[in-house]
């Protein structure tokens, strides 16, 4: 390497990380590779790029485009991230977000000793607890919509999960299908969930013979589990 390559690469700049924030994004609900994202983001905004495209965050990164873009969308549903309009036709992010949580994580730590309100990020936090794993971008994805397109309620996506691990079948195309049933019988609240099960639990002793049933064309059904009554 060349003194005049080495003494460019240092022109390019750095970017602050507070310790603090390095020591608890897991606790916030952030993923390594979120945390890059935004690392890369703020990088982008220092080199004067306020608004970098999800190719060029992913030419500095492992990360595919597709998945770059999908983690964007994921930070701003999330509230860690902002777009913001500078100029007419022109926007830039913001990480004042990502600040903001981290300033209210550190001077309100009694919320986290009671038992909090169910939050978007502590809804992924639970999610991946129960997957044993940091969920993969289309996933964070699916996620978001269940909550911002299709308006479930915390708790009945909170329900449907557990019914799923319940079931043996813990994966989001079962989940979704949970909450699809859900949602087409009008079911919005837990005891609503429970007056079904104890519906479906009567119907099953009224069931039609199996070569019926097996006549009948494949609607979507989904059981429900005795995880109500616990």
């Not at 608890?24 to 982008?44: A, C, D, R, T």
């Not at 049933?181 to 079904?196: C, H, L, N, Y």
Request: net charge negative.
């Amino acid at each position: 390497m060349k003194k005049e390559q080495f003494i460019s690469m240092q022109m390019e700049g750095s970017v602050s990380l507070p310790a603090v924030l390095l020591l608890n994004y897991p606790k916030l609900g952030l993923l390594e590779p979120e945390m890059i994202l935004l690392l890369q983001v703020q990088l982008f905004i220092q080199q004067g790029n306020p608004f970098p495209t999800p190719d060029e965050l992913s030419g500095r990164m492992s990360s595919s485009s597709p998945d770059c873009s999908m983690m964007l969308r994921g930070l701003i549903q999330r509230g860690f991230l902002k777009i913001e309009e500078q100029e007419v036709g022109y926007e830039k992010y913001t990480l004042e977000p990502l600040w903001d949580k981290l300033f209210r994580f550190l001077t309100v730590p009694e919320q986290q000793e009671c038992e909090p309100e169910i939050t978007d990020e502590s809804l992924y936090t639970v999610f991946e607890q129960e997957f044993g794993r940091p969920l993969s971008p289309f996933e964070c994805e699916t996620l978001g919509i269940w909550m911002d397109q299709d308006h479930h309620d915390h708790e009945i996506i909170k329900a449907a999960l557990r019914e799923s691990v319940i079931s043996g079948k813990l994966n989001f195309r079962y989940i979704d299908r949970i909450l699809f049933e859900w949602k087409r019988k009008g079911i919005k609240t837990i005891e609503q969930a429970k007056q079904s099960s104890r519906q479906f639990r009567y119907a099953q002793g009224k069931s039609k013979p199996a070569a019926d049933a097996a006549s009948e064309p494949y609607q979507r059904k989904v059981p429900f589990y005795n995880w109500l009554e616990n």
